[in-house]
């Protein structure tokens, strides 16, 4: 480790701290970058915990309310004083430059951040038993983590422009979202929007993993980027999918039979074509939402990152006593990732046993599961249902396939309703129906 003091500026600090002094009406210019471990000295953090508290109150910020907070919070003398106030209150003439000296102070704090992920990667990587991998994730997370903590609030002009021009490029055939690839989604979703997060929610053996999996496979196809997080099945069983719906070779057959020659050829043409593709797997059962996070940003780095698959949202990590918390805690961090990063992240959903016990088992937005906050967290929330699955064995034996909706009960930006596809259970696969059947 280099044995350097961390970078700071205490002029930055104290400049900033009087200039809301000298006017504590600026404080909202600034309020929203600073936190009070962005400063290197100690008293300087807490007296702006103060001040944070002070505004909470809905009272003025000067040298008397300072005092008496700190005087209450038991910190005044290890902040220096009535004497230290009153230099800082004198520091600055103007509150003219507050923001340029609270951009220092936050440029000073990252530097600090950066140096402590990379010391720790260090110390890490010395100890043979830390796994390699691992230590470069954290690290992406941490950087991650920083650069969502830099977004400033910005003028409208800053993301009219952009936003027009995209609108007006936009031909006839072309959509907000990136295409699933089946018309009749697209049709109601206008595609998955970058920036959002798609909730996809289903009892089991519904097939909801098979139709994530077959978007993900028509997005890469269709020159996108994708991730596929698949945190049930394992990576040979995802290649096993992936190459069914490729060939249309039965899923149980792959698995137990030997191939003919036909079909050799067939899957040769399915590895050549998936690896022309930016599709990336990630089997692990041991996701939280750091590793999800660093795994995108590094993909968005490298690849341009459009969407994520994750399989599914009830199995990834967190730590806590209380389930619906926790989900609640990973909506908002899944959302959060969509945002940053500016890609969909489609998570697929378990629903509650409660729709087993009524007599209409179309899904509705009551039956997810550990619901927390992902009602309103989501931007899209869709179900996947098909009738026949609680139709009797004697009905569905002959059925090569069946028909399948996809119910969205809420689209923050877009229609609500419902569009039919067909499952092919042999093959768990999808496709739209035939035009004529819409």
Request: charged share 25%; with cysteine.
């Amino acid at each position: 480790m280099i044995d350097k003091v961390p970078p700071h500026d205490i002029q930055a600090e104290m400049s900033l701290l009087g200039a809301v002094m000298l006017n504590y009406k600026c404080w909202s210019s600034v309020a929203d970058l600073i936190e009070p471990d962005d400063f290197y000295r100690e008293a300087n953090g807490t007296i702006w915990h103060a001040m944070e508290t002070i505004i909470d109150d809905a009272d003025p910020i000067d040298i008397v309310s300072l005092s008496s907070r700190l005087t209450a919070m038991g910190c005044l003398e290890s902040c220096g004083g009535i004497a230290y106030l009153m230099q800082i209150g004198e520091f600055v003439p103007t509150t003219a430059n507050v923001g340029f000296y609270a951009k220092l102070v936050k440029d000073h704090a990252n530097r600090r951040r950066v140096i402590e992920f990379a010391n720790q990667a260090m110390v890490d990587a010395y100890q043979f038993d830390s796994n390699a991998a691992k230590i470069m994730d954290d690290m992406v997370d941490g950087v991650g983590i920083l650069s969502s903590t830099t977004n400033e609030t910005q003028h409208v002009d800053e993301f009219i422009s952009e936003e027009v021009e995209e609108i007006l490029r936009r031909s006839v055939n072309d959509m907000a979202g990136i295409k699933t690839g089946f018309l009749a989604l697209d049709d109601i979703t206008n595609g998955f929007r970058q920036g959002e997060l798609f909730i996809l929610g289903a009892r089991p053996s519904m097939g909801k993993s098979a139709l994530a999996l077959q978007c993900a496979l028509n997005i890469a196809r269709n020159n996108g980027s994708v991730l596929f997080l698949s945190i049930e099945m394992s990576a040979p069983m995802v290649t096993q999918r992936l190459i069914s719906l490729m060939t249309g070779i039965n899923g149980k057959r792959l698995q137990n039979k030997v191939m003919d020659e036909y079909e050799r050829r067939q899957i040769s043409s399915a590895r050549a074509d998936l690896l022309s593709t930016q599709l990336f797997i990630t089997a692990d059962n041991r996701l939280d939402i750091h590793k999800i996070r660093a795994k995108a940003t590094r993909l968005k780095r490298e690849h341009n990152l459009q969407v994520i698959f994750i399989d599914y949202l009830q199995m990834i990590e967190s730590k806590g006593d209380n389930r619906t918390r926790e989900i609640g805690i990973i909506s908002r961090g899944l959302k959060s990732i969509a945002k940053e990063l500016n890609v969909c992240v489609v998570a697929l959903s378990s629903l509650s046993r409660a729709v087993e016990k009524r007599d209409d088992k179309r899904p509705m937005m009551s039956d997810l599961r550990e619901s927390g906050d992902l009602e309103s967290d989501a931007d899209v929330v869709a179900f996947l249902y098909r009738p026949m699955y609680y139709a009797d064995m004697s009905q569905r034996m002959d059925l090569e396939s069946e028909e399948a909706e996809v119910i969205i009960t809420k689209n923050r930006n877009g229609e609500v309703g419902e569009c039919r596809l067909q499952f092919t259970p042999q093959k768990a696969r999808f496709d739209d129906l035939p035009l004529t059947d819409w």
